[in-house]
């Protein structure tokens, strides 16, 4: 698979790439762990030739820098900003003091868009994102606002991030009932490392028909290949924001450095080949601070795990959920099917009922 072989984000008519391009780390500015403009420029210039077609950045992102740099990008390269989907995000209060700078109500979702299409320098979103969930506005003023956005050209798709399920059932189940745009896609943190949205986000987004979108596909890098066990990391801008992996964390960093060496690839490659295999589609955002970090991790689809590399995988990553996740699996299973096989899925019998024939 290449960058070139494109998916269709969720139910919708848009062909993004498998990876998308993430841009937070595009820029210098003070409190963030980014890249020169030169060097951003580059990653971006080296994605795009290589066939990648769909980039993603928020208006807050090193302080609006980030946005600015792709706007100053395209307008400097002709052409090529009609044949990318460019996504961004809203949420972010960039002025101080403003309790209407940021959130998702009317007046905030508008002013946002505005300053984010002068600093992109477009006339419009391909893929808007709700960055974050506004407990204090009605979810209803949010979708209204984006559906008259996408009427009037500004947006064309609409997507969610970071919020908890039952909003994102609650904010699609309205769209659709009220004829407004529905959401495409949903933003999640999602890693071997970060598995918890397999309780209720990922199910939802394979239901709903919505694109499952990876932010931190390799947790803050430490399923790189460059953290190891006794070694200190010295090449990391990150370092200094997140610390290191647990105990806990290395066990799957371990196992995803052994089946790398088995293959002869990366452990970055090994994770974003899991990843991309998950159940519905999923599109990994790679974010990068230098062009090899970018090539390194496209070489993530050319990785394919067997079925004995997957259940390694899976078995040592495997998540602890929240209550009522662990009611759906195996127990579920085991009422339901009663050791019966059903769509591929094995099931156990209910130990009192193989201790007697007898049926009330």
Known sequence: MRLDHYVTLGRSGLRVSPFALGAMTFGEDAGGAGCSVAESEKILATYLDLGGNFIDTANFYTNGHSEKILGD?????????ERVVLASKFFANLFPGDPNGGGAGRAAV?????????RLRTDYLDVYWLHNWDRHTPIEETLRTLDDLVRAGKIRYVGISNNPAWVTAQAQTTALLRGWTPLIAMQVEYSLLARTVEGELAPLALDQGMALVPWSPLKNGFLSGKYRRGTEVTDSARTAFVGGPTDAEFVVID???AIAD??????????????RGRSGTVVPILGARRVEHLTDNIAGLEVSLGPEHLRVLDEVSAPTLNYPAPMHGELRAMLQFAGSTVDGERSTVYPPLLQSDVRY
């Not at 990008?73 to 900003?81: E, K, S």
Request: net charge positive; proline share 0%.
């Open 255 to 257: 196992a995803v450095a």
């Open 73 to 81: 990008f395209f307008a400097a390269h002709r052409g090529r900003r």
């Open 110 to 118: 508008i002013a946002q868009l505005h300053e984010t299409l002068r």
């Open 262 to 275: 088995e293959l002869g690839t990366t452990s970055a490659a090994v994770a974003l080949a899991w990843l």
